[in-house]
Each structure stands twice: as structure tokens, then as C-alpha cells.
């Protein structure tokens, strides 16, 4: 059956698949748009089920933010996803960027806190048309109220959207989240924390096992010094306090400011705008690191 060259292309303009394939889908077809349309999804559907366990280590981090009424207010929600692919060259794809942009703010407007089959099938309409195994990995939302009520979303990805970082801010005094100073110190701890990628916010926060894990590493270290047992002890104890500074938001030293740490930094910044400030929740994501 001869098939006209603008039904090709405007199969192909749906579906994304090749010309040669568009041409033989109609033919299969006899010329049936919505039965060409059907065969090459089911076709596509099964070349991404044959690619599923193909490494994804490539992708992007992306955040889309909603904002309260007023420039000073900031960002009433913040949502964050995290889309991974097999190669650069599709991560790189405007396609798939705009895919992980769409797959962001649908998470903010509908409040999805999981991986949803809504989700998914989003994914899996690119994947089918550029052959290439794709997955949502994760997902965030973080709401705040307005500054007016002492809650503050500060954010940031990098350029190269592979790490991305949404911070949440709080304090008794609300209306210091309206200084500009404020903001600007908030916004800069995301780049803190996108240049240092700290595990957790503060010592209270590590898992008292892994603690203990790394007290026992560092008391083997010291196991043969001919020292007397307290002093051991004391080396052991200043080894795991300076390990947790490295690996904790608030004990490490702050970006624009290394002779602070980022909790006496965010204290001086508190005490020049009125209010103590306390880092609430941190969010951080690097691609490909869970």
C-alpha cells in the first residue's frame, strides 16, 4: 500500500519514532493513523522492557518552586524530582528536560509526595520514543507558610543539574525572613550545601550505629600508641567530633565565611536581623547518590 509522506511525518511528529518505522507501522495498518499510532507504543513498550535493567546513571536533578504573593514572601512550596536515563546525550535532550520541568511542577501542583502511576506513565511516553531506559528515582515536597509565619524555603540546583538542594528555615521572630540579608544568608547555605554535600544537619541526627561504628575505627588507630587509656580515649573522642563536623550541616565551616561554622554564621545573621534562625529540614540531592 502507498503511503502519503505527510501521514509519515505526522505519525512521526506523535510518536517521536523514525520514518522508516512511521511508514511501516501505516502499512501494517493500511493506513490506520490511531492503529499506527497504537502499534508503535506497544512496540516501544516492549524495547524499554528489554532495556530495564540497563545502568541509568546519567539524568538530571530539577526544582520547581511556587511563590506567595510578594517578591519578599519567597517560595510557599518547593518540589524537587530526580529523572535518570542511560546516556548524557538524552540527559542533555530538551525532550527529557522539559519532561523532568513537567514531572516537577505537577508534583507541586498536586502535592505528590511518592512515585505515582500518573508519574510514571509520563516517563514512560518519552522512554517508548527514544529507546532508552528511564525512572523517576525520587521525589520531594516541602511547604512553608508564609514569611509571615516563621517558615522559609530557600533552593537551588546547579548548573549542570546534578545536584540540588532545598533548604527550610524557621524562627520566632517572622518577620526577619522578610530582610534581604536574611534571604541571601538563607540562599547562600544552599550553596553550602551544594559545594559540601553534608549527610546530616546537625550530631543529633546521626544514626547512633554508625557513631558507634566510627568510634570503634578510630580506636583502632590508636590501639598502638604507648599511651595511657584516658589519653587514648581523648584522641578517639576529638577524631569523632572532627568527622562529625565534616559530615554535619551546622558544624561545618561555612562557605563565604570558613572562621564560622554555618550554626555560628546562621547565630550572627539571627542576632543582626532580631530573631534567632534554625535550619528546620535539608534537602539534599546529588545524582545517582541515595
Given at each position: ?75 510557599s ?40 502511576q ?9 522512554a517508548?520514543?527514544?529507546?532508552e ?49 536574611v ?58 567530633e ?44 546529588q545524582?545517582?547518590?541515595?
Open positions: 500500500m502507498e503511503i502519503a509522506a505527510r501521514d509519515v511525518k505526522s505519525l512521526r511528529d506523535k510518536t517521536g519514532a523514525g520514518m522508516m518505522e512511521c511508514k511501516r507501522a501505516l502499512q501494517e495498518c493500511a493506513g490506520d493513523a490511531l492503529c499506527a499510532e497504537k502499534h508503535l507504543k506497544e512496540r516501544g513498550l516492549a524495547a524499554i522492557e528489554n532495556r530495564r535493567g540497563r545502568a541509568t546513571a546519567e539524568g538530571v536533578i530539577v526544582i520547581k518552586a511556587r511563590h506567595a504573593e510578594g517578591a519578599a514572601c519567597g517560595a512550596a518547593v518540589a524537587m524530582v530526580e529523572l535518570v536515563c542511560e546516556t548524557d546525550f538524552v540527559a542533555k535532550n530538551a525532550e527529557f528536560i522539559a519532561l523532568s520541568e513537567r514531572i516537577a511542577q505537577a508534583v507541586l501542583e498536586h502535592a505528590y509526595t511518592e512515585v505515582n500518573v508519574l510514571r506513565d509520563m516517563v514512560v511516553d518519552l517508548t520514543r527514544v529507546r531506559n528511564m525512572s523517576l528515582t525520587r521525589l520531594a515536597l516541602l511547604r512553608a507558610g508564609s514569611a509571615g509565619a516563621g517558615q522559609y524555603l530557600s533552593h537551588y540546583v546547579h548548573p549542570d543539574k546534578k545536584t540540588g538542594v532545598v533548604l527550610s528555615f524557621s524562627s520566632d521572630a517572622p518577620d526577619v525572613f522578610l530582610r534581604s540579608d534571604q541571601a544568608f538563607a540562599y547562600d547555605c544552599c550553596l553550602h550545601a551544594a559545594a559540601y554535600t553534608p549527610r546530616y544537619v546537625c550530631a543529633e541526627d546521626v544514626p547512633a550505629e554508625y557513631v558507634r561504628e566510627q568510634r570503634e575505627v578510630f580506636q583502632a588507630h590508636v590501639a598502638s600508641l604507648q599511651k595511657p587509656a584516658h589519653v587514648k580515649e581523648s584522641i578517639v573522642q576529638g577524631k569523632l572532627k568527622h562529625l563536623a565534616e559530615i554535619c550541616f551546622l558544624k561545618q565551616p561555612f562557605v563565604k565565611d570558613d572562621k564560622l561554622s554555618v550554626e555560628k554564621k546562621m547565630a550572627e545573621v539571627g542576632a543582626c536581623a532580631g530573631g534567632a534562625l534554625r535550619l528546620a529540614q535539608a534537602l539534599i540531592y545524582l545517582g547518590v541515595q
